[in-house]
């Protein structure tokens, strides 16, 4: 829940969100549409725990985020943010996020994640290298395919919060269309391979400037200037006048056959 919360940088006195007032329940899939600068990623980075609020509340369970262990916190979360890094190190590595990854739990989030063709072309499987730093034999990846690893790497987390800010930015059409398709599936609890602490549906985050690729979340945001404009499924936002609308006619032409 976001109880009236507003936030402004340091220093400055202008707001970036504005009293904002919204709650969202366990295994909800979400997705938070507008223009650039609307505030959409200050929103996540708010609810991740990375800045503080400069008025209201942010709760979860009625408890506000900050009373919890910061560890703990960050465990609930799985994030791919826009500005993601992939590591030199090795590919499941990348993925587990330690050097202690569980294969098929690696094998399991490359394949959801789209990128199971790739990593079976390379010849050292998942202990190959990424980029040529450290290991002549390395592969240096496309940006795709680096994008495609932070994707696994949060399916393989398995938290039981997954948010992802423009995850499919670096995507071809094809490929964006894959991550798309297979989004139920991406946060679904223990697929193969992966683990059962997360049986449960997860509740999911999206935030994108296409509109094409929120048609499959049961409740939209639409931001605008540090407000939460609208909010409903495609089907009522298409229907009624607003900013979403106007949004989605002005991308139309990307969508025609």
Sequence with gaps: EFDHVSFSYPGSGEEVLHDLCLRFDTGEKLAIVGKNGSGKTTFIKLLCGLYEVTEGCIRVNGVAIWEYDSDAWTDLLAVVFQDFRI??????ENIA??????EARVWDALERAGLTDRAERMEQGLHTCVGKEYDENGVNFSGGERQKMAIARVIYKDAPFVIMDEPTAALDPVSEYEVYAGFDRMIEGGGNGASQKTASR????YISHRLASCRFCQDILVFDGGRVVQRGSHEQLIGEEGL???????????YKR
């Design 87 to 92: 590591f030199a190190f090795e590919v499941g």
């Design 97 to 102: 996020g330690s050097d202690k990854a569980v």
């Design 202 to 205: 997860k509740s999911a985050l």
């Design 244 to 254: 979403y609308r106007e949004l989605w006619n002005a991308q139309a032409q990307y």
